[in-house]
T-cell receptor, first 118, second 108 residues
């Protein structure tokens, strides 16, 4: 079974340019997450989707960041315009969501996109 | 507020045992997760605790004390491949709050 797929793996752009990241979750996973991970830090949640609905975007900087999950499968995360401080790894994760009888809701992570803003 | 603390770095010798501690203060608790993350790779699930006590899974064990807001990950018979970051994450509701991670270096 394929894991969470992300592209591109690496992206280098100049500040003020736009950038987009793509994520394909594990088949059948209704919940999708975008995280930001700075060097030496743990992942920080940006947005969480249940199917196509964004149910938690409280940590998403909405002035420059946007996300969508059309048809409740693939998702894209966009930054426009990018700033120097946006340099980080952007992780996508997916899970089945809360399942009755399941002891926990394990999140499966993709390899991430490493963004460098010059 | 939400706060999760774990040591930044640890070192150990191949074949030894190491314990990585995690303390937390969160509004709500639905369980505590440990993830392993090798440099440049995705975090991968190691363990989950929601009740007090020890969960053992091969060379790895995880302990939880909810009253103390404390957990530890115990790695036995360390191997070189165990060199990685270990992330403690708490689920206060239906999302994960991660600590900064503990970078473990295993030396021969």
């Amino acid at each position: 079974e394929a894991g969470v797929v992300q592209s591109p793996r690496y992206k280098i752009i100049e500040k003020k340019q736009p950038v987009a990241f793509w994520c394909n979750p594990i088949s059948g996973h209704n919940t999708l997450y975008w995280y930001l991970q700075n060097l030496g830090q743990g992942p920080e949640l940006l947005i969480r989707y249940e199917n196509e609905e964004a149910v938690d975007d409280s940590q998403l900087p909405k002035d420059r960041f946007s996300a969508e999950r059309l048809k409740g499968v693939d998702s894209t995360l966009k930054i426009q315009p990018a700033e120097l401080g946006d340099s980080a790894v952007y992780l996508c994760a997916s899970s089945l969501g809360a399942v009755r009888g399941a002891p926990y809701n394990e999140q499966f992570f993709g390899p991430g996109t490493r963004l460098t803003v010059l | 507020g939400q706060n999760i603390d774990q040591p930044t770095e640890m070192t150990a010798t191949e074949g030894a045992i190491v314990q990585i501690n995690c303390t937390y203060q969160t509004s709500g608790f639905n369980g505590l997760f440990w993830y392993q993350q090798h440099a440049g790779e995705a975090p991968t699930f190691l363990s989950y605790n929601v009740l007090d006590g020890l969960e053992e899974k091969g060379r790895f064990s995880s302990f939880l004390s909810r009253s103390k807001g404390y957990s530890y990950l115990l790695l036995k018979e360390l191997q070189m491949k165990d060199s990685a970051s270990y992330l403690c994450a708490v689920s206060p509701t239906d999302k994960l709050i991660f600590g900064t991670g503990t970078r473990l270096q295993v030396f021969p």
